[in-house]
């Protein structure tokens, strides 16, 4: 028997180190066949990324960024995004990440989804978005090492590129994934 | 001018600690708007996961796996999938986990396709790939603590539960995303 849908009991905690961005620690746990093993995780604030949709002409439209990314070495196409504050609600967040970003606010904006970053060893939650109803109502309002150029793809286009590069980041997959499977029901 | 396509340049990198699972390093980036910043970012080996497909009846069904996972704290349902050996081709490495984590050996290993994890702070790159042609040839193979339990899903079931608990890893809707755009050109 695998004992694989088993929970595990942590024993002991212990911090490692902490990188701002996330923390590490150690967790001693005692598994359902008896046995304690150390486990390495990272506490990370929770993610949210938000899928802005335009319609125009009657045709629907996705507003993306490009930014360069520090651990990838590369430019990578994405959806607006970001940490979510202490104390401060998953949409909230989504429509802040938007409107610094893009200068874009949100009429409404929709929870399609959440999942697990990496449950392997990421301990936080990475909720998606979508927001509609948009108005330009700023320019971008960005950190000092953020720089973030804006586009506008047709949505047909924008999922059909999602997983090849620069569309190379698995969250915009994860996210896309819950934006389709929104879309399918939305239009039974 | 946002500069978001532009590539940064490395000018320093110092190794910070090295949890087995992962190394953490942190870069002095010289940026295009002509300012340096420091980054920490996450070395890891490759991971590969595999959507093993069974053909019976005339239906497809998959093959996934069920374990705890000790950055989350709960039980997560996956495709079998884990890190890339040394030397080793993701492919290998996909019929490995493959082999190990269910016993079943697979005639044909298709690349879906490759990405980033996340790109923000992991090196490392995310393969995807399917598996046909599959005969059981053996018991499962884990290392002392993995405790794994094999499910098979019609794959249309599957799919619909991919976003939801059990099935709250983001990695695998980045699988289920190349997977569906695979059967979505190979249906064509």
């Not at 009991?9 to 005692?30: G, H, N």
């Amino acid at each position: 028997m695998a004992h694989g849908t088993e929970t595990w009991t942590v024993t002991e905690r212990r911090e490692l180190a902490d990188y701002r961005i996330f923390k590490a620690a150690e967790l001693r746990s005692l598994g359902p066949h008896g046995k304690e093993g150390r486990f390495v995780i990272l506490d990370a604030p929770d993610w949210a990324v938000v899928v802005p949709v335009v319609v125009r002409e009657g045709g629907r439209f996705i507003l993306s960024v490009r930014q360069y990314r520090h651990g990838s070495g590369v430019v990578s196409a994405e959806f607006p995004g970001g940490v979510v504050e202490p104390g401060e609600a998953p949409a909230a967040a989504a429509a802040r990440e938007l409107l610094e970003e893009t200068g874009y606010s949100a009429g409404r904006v929709v929870h399609l989804g959440s999942c697990s970053p990496n449950p392997a060893f990421m301990a936080n939650t990475f909720h998606v978005f979508a927001a509609e109803d948009l108005s330009l109502v700023a320019g971008q309002s960005l950190d000092e090492h953020e720089l973030v150029d804006v586009e506008e793809t047709p949505e047909d286009e924008l999922l059909a590129r999602v997983g090849e590069p620069p569309w190379s980041h698995a969250l915009m997959m994860t996210a896309a994934w819950y934006y389709r499977k929104w879309r399918e029901r939305s239009d039974l």
